[in-house]
């Protein structure tokens, strides 16, 4: 496409923009800027609790330690298929875009998934919050419990930097997605809410959780309705910035939550 | 990569056509300012009215008013909460840079409209509807909160608390999480759109002050409101959820809450990170104009120009240092309390340099005292008057003292309050012709300036006494406090004069929109002045600069240039050849 090509020798009725490049990428970097911050304050309130709570436990097993391995692992391969993705909208691949781009979203979901699961795990055997209700028919972990009882900060800020996290990635599967497939995007992530909100059972957080795909798909019906456009290279690699930054905090979540509070000796 | 001729494709749309699109959801900057302008103005006069309702309560707290019956105690408090969080969050923020700074910033840079005309709009029908949020705490059951606008925990955490403790708290932190993610939206635009988009020849150091105080106002809340809204989502989980993060063992009337291990010390590192950015998000666009205007009605150029752009970088940089000083009282070491001690007074430079530019300007120009001219002057004033109190505060062992009195309630008044309003009056009567047309009357502009400067001092020098006298803040019943006792007829009087003065805004309130049908009509330069909006129509076309993209070859502030035809040398024309 014409527009893309370099062509900074053009006088041009603007001044020279910062590194001379286009307004959403400084649009997405800012965004992350700020995003990194309220990542901050949570990370901050973390180790505050951590710090000021005398005998912060570690009670995540293995099990536990290989599940958010392998979430890593997903993380990280959605990164590399993300980074050719952009690479095929430069090329102007469009097929080979569209299939990275979707490759990158099913790992993110392969996360996703595999992340409310282990949260459902943690819950049922008592690493909860107060407010999350009782899971039905299943044996409380002793340890757990005694965890939640004892050191109500411990689950807090799991669920609470780990869920703002799942939030984050969630939304980027919505954001690769409307990149991808724009409007035919909209029904599938309706019927991707009507699964996660009809499978999964009522008193599970993330029954209620699943409203944000229907939120989400309101919010990108309304901007796809005012800014009716084909997506071109620029969209993705913005898409991309963003999606890698959430695969960065989870790079500081994953050691800071699960590995130091691993119970390996 | 992307050019810029595809930046400028991408950032053009068509006028839009019909009601809905044009006036409601209107992509249009212009539009877009007018709305968070008209949406600040009626924030005003709410938080206005429960300020006037506080007055009355403060020296008759057991009358009973006309509709609203006798103001409780803990209705003092809902009220104080209220005032407080619509008059930061939906006037201080909002007028100064979502109104006036969507309003101009584009069309001084030379621009079309912002970068991102959606999240534009999105922008501001997200604070609209954090407003409309926030007025519905006045109507559920138990009320509007009453944790204060700094809502601090354990208070604000516990449901049990007190009376709008309830769901009206739970919609007052919905509202300011709504607020930020607005904020943030906002702050986003407005630096995209001064990196990106400036005319051709308009050099950062070319730009107005007005721009560089809006930018600089962007990248605190850019960085500040992240912050509290990780803190609001935090505090709604206390609430909500059961967590702990700002709630220690405690109990209320006797229960133990059920809560434990949180800090109450986390709250106010949280809140006061964006709150004191915060301070400055509402003084910093008042500074950028107030330095325009002195600079235009004194036909010369500012004084120190780069020093006024350093300064102001350096007040927004120092500004996320200094959070602690509010946290004085909270039994931090003396030795933290003296690093933040340091860095607070560090501010007084910039903010030194920034007043002796301002006199300077002033110093020996041919002044013309004009309605936006004397609110600039009013405002230095202010500015001052409110910032000597900074350095007492400023200083531990003096704080904890006046910490809990009415002396801090002066400072902040003058110097967040009073003085941002002052810039906001200032801009308004500045600007009007350029945004309906008309001039705004001279002389009702200037009796609202004398009687709302005389009356604002006369409101808040009395309260420096009354605090150095220790009459406590958050007393709702100061008539019953024995030691404050001979004081009340200061209170009385501070009572009087804020009736005075609310009065007297609504000559502003009359003048506005009488003027936008009756006043003068305005030419397009009424002020002769030399920045890009004057160089267009009025009010501007719905691209700015009716389909040109304008050429700056000169400085904002060109006026009495020696050889120049007129006064004056507008941005836009022939390049002034400088003798060196």
Not at chain 1, 35 to 51: E, P, Q, V
Not at chain 2, 382 to 395: M, R
Not at chain 2, 517 to 538: I, R, V
């Amino acid at each position: 496409m014409a527009d893309s090509v370099v062509s900074q020798d053009i006088p041009s009725v603007y001044e020279p923009s910062l590194f001379g490049t286009y307004s959403k990428k400084i649009g997405m970097w800012l965004f992350l800027m700020s995003d990194s911050l309220t990542f901050g304050a949570l990370l901050y309130a973390y180790s505050y609790g951590r710090i000021s709570t005398a005998g912060w436990p570690t009670p995540f097993h293995s099990a536990s330690i290989i599940n958010a391995t392998i979430m890593t692992a997903f993380l990280l391969t959605s990164s590399l298929t993300m980074v050719l993705a952009v690479r095929a909208s430069v090329q102007h691949d469009a097929k080979a875009q569209t299939l990275w781009l979707l490759a990158t979203m099913v790992c993110g979901a392969a996360f996703v998934v595999l992340h409310g699961k282990e949260w459902s795990n943690l819950i049922a055997e008592g690493l909860t919050l107060p407010m999350f209700p009782a899971v039905p028919g299943h044996e409380a972990n002793a340890e757990f419990a005694n965890v939640a009882k004892s050191v109500p900060q411990f689950p807090s800020t799991f669920f609470t930097l780990t869920g703002m996290h799942m939030l984050h990635v969630t939304l980027g599967i919505v954001y690769l997605g409307v990149v991808a497939l724009r409007r035919k995007f909209i029904p599938v992530l309706l019927v991707l809410w009507l699964i996660a909100w009809l499978g999964t059972p009522a008193y599970s957080p993330f029954h209620y959780g699943s409203h944000v795909l229907l939120l989400a798909a309101i919010v990108c019906g309304i901007i796809l309705w005012l800014k009716p456009k084909v997506y071109d290279s620029s969209d993705v690699e913005v898409a991309g910035l963003y999606w890698h930054f959430v695969d960065l905090v989870w790079m500081f979540i994953f050691p800071l939550v699960y590995l130091m509070s691993a119970r390996i000796l | 990569m992307a050019t810029h001729e595809f930046a400028a494709q991408a950032h053009a749309h068509a006028a839009p056509q019909g009601f809905i699109r044009k006036w409601i959801f209107s992509l249009d900057h212009k539009v877009i300012g007018l709305q968070y302008f008209f949406l600040a103005l009626t924030a005003v006069l709410v938080g206005m009215f429960l300020s006037l309702l506080m007055r009355i309560h403060l020296i008759w707290p057991t009358v009973p008013l006309p509709l609203l019956g006798e103001i409780k105690p803990e209705t003092y408090l809902s009220l104080l909460t209220m005032h407080g969080t619509i008059m930061v969050f939906f006037v201080l923020t909002t007028a100064p840079q979502g109104g006036f700074g969507n309003y101009f910033l584009p069309i001084q840079i030379g621009a079309p409209d912002m970068a991102f005309p959606v999240l534009n709009m999105l922008s501001f029908w997200t604070t609209f509807l954090g407003f409309v949020v926030l007025l519905a705490a006045f109507f559920v059951t138990g009320g509007a909160p009453l944790h204060g606008w700094t809502g601090y925990a354990p208070l604000s955490a516990l449901q049990s608390a007190g009376p709008g403790e309830g769901l009206g708290a739970d919609l007052w932190i919905i509202s300011i999480a709504i607020f930020c993610i607005g904020a943030l939206m906002g702050a986003l635009n407005f630096i995209t759109t001064t990196l990106d988009m400036r005319a051709k020849g308009m050099t950062m150091m070319r730009m107005p002050l007005t721009c560089w105080a809006w930018f600089i106002t962007a990248i605190l809340g850019l960085l500040a409101f992240g912050v509290l809204l990780s803190a609001g989502i935090l505090l709604l989980m206390d609430r909500n959820l059961g967590t702990s993060f700002f709630v220690p063992l405690v109990t209320v009337n006797g229960q133990l809450t059920g809560h434990k291990g949180g800090s109450p010390l986390l709250w106010q590192h949280l809140f006061w990170f964006f709150g004191h950015p915060e301070v400055y998000i509402a003084i910093l666009p008042a500074m950028g104009l107030c330095s325009q205007l002195l600079s235009v009605f004194s036909r010369k150029p500012i004084f120190g120009y780069k020093a006024m752009v350093y300064a102001m970088l350096s007040i927004g940089f120092l500004g996320f240092m200094v959070w602690g000083h509010h946290m004085f009282m909270s039994g931090m070491s003396p030795y933290t309390a003296f690093a933040f001690s340091i860095m607070t007074m560090a501010i007084g430079v910039p903010s030194a340099i920034k007043t002796f530019n301002w006199l300077g300007t002033l110093w020996r120009g041919k002044l013309r005292f004009t309605s936006p001219m004397l609110f600039a002057i009013g405002f230095v004033s202010l500015f001052v008057t409110g910032g000597i109190s900074g350095p007492f505060l400023a200083q531990p062992v003096l704080d904890i003292y006046l910490h809990e009195t009415y002396f801090v309630i002066a400072h902040f008044h003058l110097i967040m309050g009073v003085a941002s309003i002052f810039g906001i009056f200032a801009a308004t009567y500045y600007w009007f012709p350029k945004m309906f047309g008309r001039m705004m009357n001279e002389t009702l502009g200037k009796l609202h300036f004398w009687l709302t400067f005389v009356g604002a001092y006369a409101i808040f020098m009395p309260m420096h006494y009354y605090g150095m006298a220790a009459g406590l803040r958050r007393y709702s019943q100061g008539t019953e406090v024995a030691w404050i006792q001979h004081l009340l007829p200061l209170q009385k009087f501070i009572t009087i004069a804020a009736f005075v003065t609310i009065a007297s805004q609504f000559i502003f309130v009359f003048n506005l929109f009488w003027s936008m049908k009756k006043g003068k009509k305005a030419s397009d330069n009424p002020w002769e002045a030399t920045t890009l909006e004057w160089t267009t129509a009025t009010p501007p076309p719905h691209d700015n600069f009716g389909g040109k993209t304008p050429v700056v070859r000169n400085g904002p502030y060109e006026y009495s240039v020696p050889g120049a035809s007129r006064d004056f040398v507008m941005q836009s024309d022939e390049e002034i050849k400088k003798k060196h």
